[in-house]
Nanobody, 118 residues
Framework: QVQLVESGGGLVQAGGSLRLSCAVSGRTFSRPARGWFRQAPGKEREFVAGINWSGGSTRYADSVKGRFTISRANAENTVFLQMNNQQPEDTAVYCC???????????WGQGTQVTVSS
């Protein structure tokens, strides 16, 4: 099993930036892919971004392409989400996840709140 702990959430004005971090521990080799998801009040959880073990492959939701960047530091077992030009519709609880590939995630963190004010 893999444990994930997010940090870096907070309040930001529209157009601003935040960087989320996720520390990963446990059987990390069994879950090489990393991802970020978000869930806004009253909405279902949605995929935001994913990255493979090497960092050579990534995928993004259309709503964040060109604004968000996922990256990872394997030596520190950490994955990041750089969020630029944030908009009020980006307000949500952001969770990181670990899985076998860019499309399948099996372990989840508790999440960190991101609030974007207009």
């Amino acid at each position: 099993q893999v444990q994930l702990v997010e940090s870096g959430g907070g309040l930001v004005q529209a157009g601003g930036s935040l960087r989320l971090s996720c520390a990963v521990s446990g059987r990390t080799f069994s879950r090489p892919a990393r991802g970020w998801f978000r869930q806004a009040p009253g909405k279902e959880r949605e995929f935001v971004a994913g990255i493979n073990w090497s960092g050579g492959s990534t995928r993004y939701a259309d709503s964040v392409k060109g604004r968000f960047t996922i990256s990872r530091a394997n030596a520190e077992n950490t994955v990041f989400l750089q969020m630029n030009n944030q908009q009020p519709e980006d307000t949500a609880v952001y969770c990181c996840a670990a899985g076998g590939n860019l499309f399948t995630y099996l372990d989840w963190g508790q999440g960190t709140q991101v609030t974007v004010s207009s």
